[in-house]
């Protein structure tokens, strides 16, 4: 079955230190690959995605992913947070002609001074 | 340009009851999707409509389910209501269909079912 892990439920780091957010998925084929970001109370925005070519992916507030076939994986990196970037992170995947996203359990991203 | 709307943001209702939530999507979208979203589950996929017709299905069951209007506006409804159907549903416009284009969320319709 067509699925998404982020094996990291909850993550703390310091404001200014450098951010990684790990995403694995399990699909037939190299599926479509986005990060969501999800602040509290409010719906889901998008920060990146990735279908196919360069895999290293720039998306918004500074945020990058990397593809990486052999590991199936597609994970997100900050080099520099800030405190605004508290806030739940969902990875999500999706197949070519499906609508439908499989999305993480998510992350959690606490920031401390 | 607004946003994605979602009406209302609070519901309480108790088991067995029946309930209707509304999007409304961008401007211009022609597809909007429904997700439910709960602490033990995460997001799941209910349905996404394009055109007035449901192209795609989640594994819920009968009891959801959902219709869009000739101006894109979408309503999901849920009958006999159970504890388990306590969450955040969501709703996400695109201006077409396929993953290729981007999705915008509304901020969801919080349900709790007593």
């Known amino acids: 079955a067509q699925s998404v892990t982020q094996p990291d439920i909850h993550i703390t780091v310091s404001e200014g230190a450098s951010l990684e957010l790990r995403c694995n998925y399990s699909y037939g084929a190299t599926p479509y690959l986005f990060w969501y970001v999800q602040s509290p109370g409010q719906g889901l925005q998008l920060l990146l995605k990735?279908?196919?070519?360069?895999?290293l992916v720039q998306g918004i507030k500074g945020f990058e992913a990397e593809f990486k076939r052999s590991q199936s994986s597609f994970n997100l990196r900050k080099p520099s947070v800030h405190w605004s970037d508290a806030a739940e992170y969902f990875c999500a995947a999706g197949d070519f002609g499906n609508e439908k996203l499989t999305f993480g359990t998510g992350t959690r991203l606490t920031i401390i001074p | 340009k607004a946003g994605v709307t979602q009406t209302p943001r609070y519901l309480i209702k108790t088991r067995g009851q029946q309930v209707t939530l509304s999007c409304s999507p961008i401007?211009?979208?022609?597809?909007v999707s429904w997700y439910q979203q709960t602490p033990g589950q995460g997001l799941q996929f209910l349905f996404e409509?394009?055109?007035?017709?449901?192209?795609n299905k989640g594994n819920f069951p009968g009891r959801f389910s959902g219709r869009q209007f000739s101006n894109s506006r979408s309503e999901m409804n849920v009958s006999t209501l159970e504890l388990g159907d306590s969450a955040l549903y969501l709703c996400?416009?695109?201006?077409?269909?396929?993953?290729?284009?981007?999705?915008?969320f509304g901020s969801g319709t919080q349900l709790s079912v007593l």
């Open positions: 990735y279908f196919s070519g360069d895999t």
């Open positions: 996400a416009s695109s201006p077409g269909q396929g993953l290729n284009e981007k999705l915008f």
């Open positions: 401007s211009g979208h022609r597809s």
């Open positions: 409509y394009f055109s007035e017709t449901q192209r």
